[in-house]
């Protein structure tokens, strides 16, 4: 049995078709959607994503402003965050990591205006989450919802195991997929005998950043598994979570990396922000789509 790639490129692209309809709309009406990215690092690999936002925006017609503030202390990020949630034509803000050090990242999280928070970063927004509130999601978390929905993987009464019980990741997808009725197991770094879970659920997902740790014992046969991970291996290739040898030959479908989560991202954190302007503009009285978009 051959699995089947669950590649992220058409799910992408299916996303990006929305924000179009969505900024089409918004464009009738002389109305622009703007991303605000902050970054206070000169990290290489945090440029690389920038840009990666930067064209997505472009291409979307979307506008994105980035601002380089390297090496800025605690007070200059939390005023411009600040200054950015007062600023109406902000519809998105991402606060980029990594951060200067002695700079406390959970203090500035929580002063972005949820409503502008795309990237789920604020403890609010995963609050909301969890209470069935609508908000936004961390785009990494709704991706892996959007390349199971898209391959039409059953999630209703389903055993999900999550690996990885980050804000970012592993707490937020439990979140949604308990929103769409499936039982979830979230595991961590202290769960013992995580195999006992992994062999035991339908859906499988990666997301605790070790190479190779799910291999093809860990996983029933013909079940579903998405990699989330993303770690350099010793030749300096982007590798997932996932034993791609032992665990292919097993499973009916399997995301790969790279290639699968994360092609998802950057089109999932430009549809909130076209989302959030769209909110704006049904808030501000004008033709709009309903808040019920954020999922
Ligand atoms: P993180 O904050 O380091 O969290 C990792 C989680 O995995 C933690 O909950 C940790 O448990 C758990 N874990 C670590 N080793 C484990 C083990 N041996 N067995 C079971 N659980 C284990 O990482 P993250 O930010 O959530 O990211 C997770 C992975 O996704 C990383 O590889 C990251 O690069 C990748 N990622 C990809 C994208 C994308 O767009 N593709 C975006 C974001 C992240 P404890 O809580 O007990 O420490």
């Not at 989450?129 to 999601?137: D, I, K, R, T």
């Not at 990666?206 to 079940?223: K, P």
């Not at 990396?257 to 430009?270: D, E, K, N, R, S």
Request: aromatic share 2%; glycine share 8%.
């Amino acid at each position: 049995m051959t699995a089947q790639r669950l590649t992220g490129k058409p799910v992408a692209e299916k996303i990006r078709a929305q924000s179009a309809q969505l900024v089409q709309a918004l464009r009738e009406q002389d109305f622009t959607a703007k991303i605000s990215v902050v970054v206070a690092t000169k990290n290489e690999a945090t440029a690389w994503y920038v840009r990666s936002i930067e064209k997505a925006a472009g291409v979307q017609g979307v506008e994105c402003q980035v601002l380089r503030i390297p090496d800025a202390g605690q007070e200059q990020l939390a005023e411009t965050i600040t200054a950015l949630n007062n600023d109406e034509t902000v519809h998105g803000i991402i606060l980029q990591t990594p951060l200067p050090d002695g700079v406390d990242a959970a203090k500035l999280v929580e002063l972005i205006d949820p409503a502008k928070d795309i990237d789920g970063a604020n403890p609010l927004s995963l609050g909301r989450l969890s209470v069935g509130q609508p908000a936004f999601a961390p785009a990494t978390a709704r991706s892996v919802i959007e390349i199971l929905e898209h391959y039409e993987i059953p999630l209703a009464g389903e055993h999900v195991a999550v690996v990885g019980r980050s804000a970012v990741v592993g707490k937020p997808l439990a979140q949604l997929l308990l929103q769409r009725n499936a039982t979830v197991s979230i595991c961590h770094s202290r769960t013992s005998n995580l195999a006992h879970f992994t062999t035991a659920a339908s859906v499988t997902v990666m997301a605790a950043g070790r190479a190779n740790l799910l291999t093809g014992d860990d996983v029933a046969e013909s079940s579903v598994v998405i990699d989330v991970g993303t770690n350099v291996d010793g030749d300096g290739q982007l590798v997932g979570d996932v034993h791609a040898a032992s665990v292919e030959p097993k499973v009916r479908a399997l995301s790969p990396v790279p290639g699968g989560v994360g092609t998802v991202t950057t089109a999932l954190l430009i549809l909130h922000a076209v989302q959030a302007a769209t909110e704006v503009h049904a808030l501000t009285g004008r033709k709009g789509e309903p808040m019920a978009l954020r999922r």
